[in-house]
């Protein structure tokens, strides 16, 4: 993925991102990640070498996108790098995965946090699963939108924003049918 269209819309009460991108195929299937566990590879592979054991990456995993904002954003000068942040500066991460959309019984969207790349991130409590959102996929283009409220009640773990409020935010996408998963994905750097 080389390039992502993204719109955002918010309101006193929360925050919607609409994400769009170019893919030629579909990579839906939960079954794929399935197959790549049982073949013994899995996403933490890659944390924290970017490529430790490239023979044996599959060809198929399930697409995904990922919205990526500082927990602390607020009077700082300096961002957290715009892989999964840092140690001292974690981010908030809102990922949709299109294996999901096709299963009623698993989130669209989930929330997690990271504090570097050095480990996978984890994923936020489910009382705090807070974000939602769906997909569709029309002439070879995905678009995605994931909402979440604005604030939340965990005012120290969890990003807080506020309508008009500048804030940094960076993007991620996978591409399942070429082999993305993890570490691997296309990445963008920090914009506000």
Known sequence: VTDISVRVAFNEDEIAFRLAWDDRFADTLAVDSALALSEGYTAADTYPVLFPDGERVRGWFPDAAEIMIPVNHENTLVLPHFVYGNVGQPVDLWRWRAEHEYDA??????????????????????ESQLASGGAARLDGRWTVVIRRP????????EVQLAAGQLVPVAFHVWEGANGETGLRMSLSSWMY
Do not use: Y
């Open 150 to 157: 604005l604030r939340t009640e965990d005012t120290t773990g």
């Open 105 to 126: 019984g698993e989130p669209n969207v989930i929330e997690m946090r990271a504090d570097g790349a050095d480990a996978p991130p984890e994923v936020h409590d489910s």
